[in-house]
């Protein structure tokens, strides 16, 4: 077992785990944060995406004891209110949550991409989310709540 600390979404958590533990796992049993999913668990799907010092990352290939003393961010992280997020309500409000499986990872893409790029082009927005499979909506919808997002800010 190591111990060390975890900033996520803000705050700081204690964890005792075996050095082998993946982010994913602990921000999901320990840190007690569902939204961040579990999909291939091979760094393929980015179901498990999260931010790292405002990078995506996808956190089941990411050990957690390397994400010690950085800034870890998930789903529940990016609303600032009791309010979700613009780009939560606009891929709710554009249809670009079916099942929902892959919404918290393609959102967390969607957040990086936002921030470093505030108003991408539609190849900028396929590159940004190229990490993130949806099996659900064919993604155009995905797209348009990103772009909606982008009149929004
Ligand atoms: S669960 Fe991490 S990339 Fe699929
Ligand atoms: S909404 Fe089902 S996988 Fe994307």
């Known amino acids: ?9 803000g705050t700081t958590y204690p964890i005792d785990a075996e050095p082998s ?10 840190v007690g ?13 980015g179901a498990c995406m999260v931010l790292l010092d405002g990078q995506p990352v996808n956190s089941c290939s990411y050990l957690a004891a390397q994400a010690a003393e950085r800034e870890v ?15 939560q309500q606009n891929m709710l ?17 969607a957040t990086a991409l936002l ?23 064919g993604y155009a919808k995905i797209f348009d709540a990103i772009k909606e997002t982008v009149v929004s800010l």
Request: proline residues 5%; contains cysteine.
């Open 73 to 87: 961010t998930t789903i529940e992280g990016i609303m600032t209110t009791e309010e979700l997020a613009p780009i």
């Open 21 to 30: 533990r993946n982010l994913l796992s602990v921000i999901r049993d320990q």
């Open 33 to 45: 944060l569902t939204g961040t999913k579990e999909g291939c668990d091979d760094c393929e799907c």
């Open 1 to 9: 077992m190591t111990s060390y600390e975890l900033n996520v979404n």
């Open 93 to 109: 409000d554009a249809g670009g949550v079916q099942c929902g499986f892959c919404t918290p990872g393609m959102i967390m893409s």
């Open 115 to 137: 921030a470093r790029t505030p108003d991408p082009s539609e190849e900028e927005i396929k590159i940004g989310l190229s990490g993130n499979l949806c099996r659900c909506t």
